[in-house]
Structures are given as structure tokens and as C-alpha cells.
């Protein structure tokens, strides 16, 4: 988890009548109260936000590699291979 739980709220929610019972079944088919279902699930989102945010200022902490000493120039249009070939 992504935290201990030291609080509960109650949260009202309004759902479409085949969401509320698509999520009741499956809460039943994990063994679960919905509340507990939807719980898991927020919290299982809450993680992977946290994870991604985290992988994100791992790579954008990280100084950038010179993949070329000397840049080369672009070539030129006349260089590049015959593209009417392809289509």
C-alpha cells in the first residue's frame, strides 16, 4: 500500500445503474465488500501515479549522453535514397 490508513471517510458516489452492478459483481468475485474493491482500486492507481512520477524524475534527473563527438550534417535531399521507390 501506498500508506498506512490512520482515517476512514465516507464518500457518496453516483453511479449509472450497470456500473453499480457490474462493480458489485466484481467485489463479489474478489471476496470483497465494494467498498473494499474500490479502495484497492484507487489505491492501486494512487501507486502507479506515484511510481510513474518517480521513474519520470529518475530519467529526467539523469544528465543526457553525447551519442556523437562531432555532429554530422543532415543530409541533403538529393542524398537521401529515392522515396518514390517505397510507395
Not at 457518496?12 to 484497492?40: H, I, M, N, Q, Y
Not at 492501486?44 to 549522453?65: C, H, I, L, T
Amino acid at each position: 500500500m501506498l500508506h498506512e490508513i490512520s482515517a476512514m471517510r465516507n464518500v457518496t458516489l453516483t453511479l449509472p445503474d450497470e456500473v453499480a452492478l457490474r462493480a458489485r459483481v466484481w467485489a463479489a468475485e474478489a471476496d470483497t465488500s465494494l467498498s473494499a474493491f474500490l479502495c484497492r482500486l484507487l489505491t492501486e492507481k494512487m501507486e502507479n501515479e506515484a511510481d510513474y512520477r518517480r521513474a519520470s524524475g529518475d530519467f529526467f534527473s539523469r544528465q543526457p549522453v553525447i551519442l556523437q563527438e562531432t555532429p554530422s550534417p543532415y543530409p541533403t535531399r538529393d542524398e537521401l535514397p529515392d522515396r518514390a521507390g517505397l510507395r
